[in-house]
């Protein structure tokens, strides 16, 4: 019990005292006007800037969660279909892969503005930028999943007279499970990014939109705002993989 | 081999006149292979829902069996809250409801310390008089060969491996005091000469 209240303690008392520790620090700072403000804003400006402009700030960020979701929506669904194809078929993994992994190396920067002008600077190109950043984690994560081999598992279910279609939905693809998350972790991590990052680019709305437009009229304590709006998106969708991942994933 | 995830390279293996046996012997291994996601109850049905055989007889026979075996206070848990022998125990009821008219057990009980062994003996000799099935049993220990059997088979390796059988005449149910009488010492020295003899053939 009092073991259960030290960890619970260390776990969330602890991160959460160093964080109002270095925000108080700041405060302070602020205070004293050891910064310009137009620099770095106080806490407190922030803090009042998302509450002035809450509906504003709200707004954009439901274009943003919007674009991340469909945007990962169909990853999850076309990086599943070519993740189980590639191994089901060596001819598609060998002809795939190679590029797939290949994609990855060019950056996102460099191909968000073509994207932008092939598909407009509204949600579509978005939406694409989005489900390429999160296609190749969530493929890999399926492929190198179902790869996972059990043979002792798959040869006790085929002389229990288990078909393929047996062993696949009874083994094969809750051994992929695990991999198949971690895959959608980091994809819906770096789909923030990439929504972000093609905002930034191009575009009249979301969040990366009003950091974009806000910097250059100094309103800094805007752009923070958002920072920390869109972390706490980032982290609440994290969060609900994870809680996705515990209903799917049991008695392990 | 038996099981029919193997065939052999030379010869044939006949189940009723069919070398299709996949699915017709159950087969339970050294290891558990319980499934960690699914619940006890869960794993002892899979091989009832492979085949389509999971009416509510069939979860009341199960039922009837997992009493015998002293698993039903266990059915809603999972397999890693278990112990070794009762993992074990788990594992042989998914195999005894396999229904299938042979069973292979290949070296179940090697990984368990002596007294939870003894303990399965008793388990299965109760649960023997319940089933009526032909069980084969894949074994390195002579007390357990002689302890489980009705018949004793001493292979080597190699081809042409049946080297001496041995009927093994002792009354059933058998329990832990039967490995202390004359007649199973006598039965032990037979098979431990007969396994010397074999060796050193080999």
Same mark, same amino acid.
């Given at each position: 019990m009092t073991n259960n209240f030290l960890k619970n303690f260390s776990v969330i008392i !602890? &991160? !959460?005292?160093?964080?109002?520790?270095?925000?108080?620090?700041?405060?302070?700072?602020? *205070?004293?006007?050891?910064? *310009? &403000?137009?620099?770095? &804003?106080?806490p407190l400006a922030i803090i009042t800037e998302l509450f002035n402009s809450k509906q504003f700030l709200f707004r954009h960020m439901l274009v943003t969660a919007f674009e991340i979701f469909i945007g990962l929506f169909f990853a999850i669904f076309f990086g599943s279909i070519l993740g189980f194809s590639m191994t089901l078929s060596k001819i598609l993994e060998r002809s795939f892969l190679p590029y797939l992994i290949a994609s990855q190396v060019i950056p996102i920067f460099a191909l968000a503005p073509i994207l932008i002008v092939w598909f407009g600077a509204g949600l579509l190109s978005k939406i694409i930028i989005v489900f390429l950043i999160s296609f190749f984690p969530i493929c890999i994560g399926i492929f190198d999943g179902l790869r996972r081999k059990n043979n002792d598992m798959e040869n006790l279910l085929k002389t229990m007279g288990a078909n393929n279609y047996q062993i696949y939905s009874i083994l094969k693809i809750k051994l992929a499970l695990p991999s198949f998350f971690s895959g959608l972790k980091v994809a819906s991590v770096s789909s923030v990014i990439g929504a972000v990052v093609a905002e930034w680019i191009g575009s009249k709305a979301g969040l990366g939109w009003i950091m974009k437009v806000s910097g250059p009229l100094f309103q800094t304590e805007r752009v923070f705002a958002s920072i920390l709006l869109l972390s706490i998106f980032a982290s609440l969708l994290f969060l609900l993989v994870k809680i996705t991942e515990k209903k799917f994933i049991k008695g392990v | 081999m038996i099981s029919g995830v193997l065939e052999p390279t030379v010869g044939e293996i006949k189940l009723n006149n069919s070398s299709n046996r996949l699915?017709? @012997?159950?087969? /339970? +291994? +050294?290891?558990? #292979?319980?499934?960690?996601? #699914?619940? $006890?109850?869960?794993? $002892? /049905?899979?091989?009832?829902? @492979? =085949?389509?055989?999971?009416?509510? =007889? =069939?979860? =009341?026979?199960?039922l009837d069996k997992a009493k015998i075996l002293g698993i039903d206070e266990y059915l809603e848990f999972f397999p890693h809250e278990l112990s070794g022998g009762l993992k074990q125990r788990v594992s042989l009821l998914r195999t005894i409801l396999q229904n299938s008219e042979f069973i292979l057990l290949d070296e179940p009980f090697a990984s368990l310390d002596a007294i939870t062994r003894l303990e399965l003996y008793s388990w299965i000799e109760k649960i023997n008089k319940h089933i009526n099935k032909s069980i084969i049993l894949v074994t390195h220990d002579i007390e357990e060969a002689i302890f489980l059997s009705d018949h004793v088979i001493i292979m080597s390796s190699g081809k042409n491996n049946f080297r001496y059988e041995l009927p093994i005449n002792l009354k059933h149910p058998r329990n832990a005091s039967i490995t202390i009488t004359d007649e199973f010492f006598n039965l032990k020295k037979l098979l431990l000469k007969n396994l010397r003899m074999v060796r050193s053939i080999d």
């Open positions: !602890l &991160p !959460l005292l160093s964080s109002f520790t270095l925000i108080f620090i700041w405060q302070i700072l602020s *205070e004293l006007q050891v910064f *310009e &403000p137009w620099l770095l &804003p106080s | 699915g017709k @012997i159950a087969y /339970m +291994q +050294q290891k558990d #292979l319980l499934l960690p996601w #699914l619940t $006890v109850k869960e794993n $002892v /049905m899979l091989p009832l829902k @492979i =085949n389509k055989n999971n009416s509510i =007889n =069939n979860f =009341n026979d199960m």
